[in-house]
């Protein structure tokens, strides 16, 4: 079974960096999309960032140029990071990582409900 778990979330201060981790157990070998998501309190869930099986990124517009995903491959499974830059506290949020369904599409889709494997969340504040 396919287990995700987030690390890496705290409190910054404006203009911060936070790395957020997500490792992989119970990989199994075919094309999937890795994204991170994230929900404010009392907003809906939006993609910040996927990484599609041919390498591809995309981002959120609000992240753009901030954030950047990446994988690291390790003996025993996968990690996926996400590294954040400049942070503002409308990055505030709940921070999930997650896997998709397959994919055979070029791009990662940015519905949710596409995804169907889920880290238990981590939380990011950004705050003066």
């Known amino acids: 079974q396919v287990q995700l778990v987030e690390s890496g979330g705290g409190s910054v201060h404006p203009g911060g960096t936070l790395r957020l981790s997500c490792v992989i157990s119970?990989?199994?070998?075919?094309?999937?999309?890795m994204a991170w998501f994230r929900q404010g309190t009392g907003e809906q869930r939006d993609v910040v960032a996927t990484?599609?099986?041919?390498?591809?990124?995309?981002?959120g517009d609000a992240v753009t140029g901030r954030f950047t995903i990446s994988q690291d491959n390790m003996n025993d499974g996968k990690a996926f990071n996400l590294h954040m830059d400049n942070l503002r506290p409308d990055d505030s949020a709940v921070y999930y990582c997650?896997?998709?369904?397959?994919?055979?599409?070029?791009?990662?889709?940015?519905?949710?409900?596409?995804?169907?494997?889920w880290g238990q969340g981590t939380q990011v504040t950004v705050s003066p």
């Open positions: 997650a896997r998709s369904r397959l994919v055979f599409a070029p791009a990662c889709p940015v519905d949710d409900g596409q995804y169907n494997v």
């Open positions: 119970g990989w199994v070998h075919g094309n999937f999309c």
């Open positions: 990484l599609h099986p041919t390498g591809r990124t995309a981002y």
